[in-house]
């Protein structure tokens, strides 16, 4: 039942995020900062596409993947077309990787220690979406505030 109510959840933000990502009326904006705001649109985006990928693709689905967390923070320029495949792909890979979990693997230990103490597959699932939707609104405000 869970995991059918986190493919819906993680679907519909990564569809939204596709949605922010296209909503830019002008391309360069997606990367553009400012002395208040320092994490681009584009940052952000690499940086959920980065966590969503390491995290449910790798750790859960098996997909071949090196994250490079710093370059999420300070990577530049990539188009929006680019940006869109990536989303796209992760979406078929979060969504593949879900598939594989079973109700007594939601209720084990998640294989890799990522905060001070142990936690399931399903508590850190509920995270990841948590994770997912904080950025969406920073991504939101980025876009509504920037793309002038």
């Known amino acids: ?10 679907n519909r933000d990564l569809t939204i995020l596709k949605q922010e990502i296209e909503t830019y009326s002008k391309e360069k904006n997606i990367w553009r900062v400012d002395n208040n705001i320092t994490n681009s649109g584009g940052n952000l985006c690499l940086h959920l596409i980065g966590n969503l990928n390491e995290y449910i693709g790798r750790h859960i689905g098996g997909f071949d993947f090196k994250r490079d967390r710093e370059y999420e923070f300070t990577g530049n320029g990539v188009s929006r077309d680019a940006l869109i495949l990536e989303i796209e792909n992760t979406m078929t890979i979060v969504e593949s990787s879900l ?36 950025h969406l609104g920073q991504l939101n405000y980025h876009r509504r505030l920037l793309d002038n």
């Open 99 to 134: 598939n594989k979990l079973t109700d007594e693997v939601l209720v084990s230990d998640y294989p890799v220690m990522v905060f001070a103490e142990k936690m399931t597959y399903e508590f850190f699932l509920i995270h990841l979406t948590t994770h997912l939707r904080y």
């Open 1 to 10: 039942m869970i995991k059918n109510t986190l493919k819906n959840i993680f």
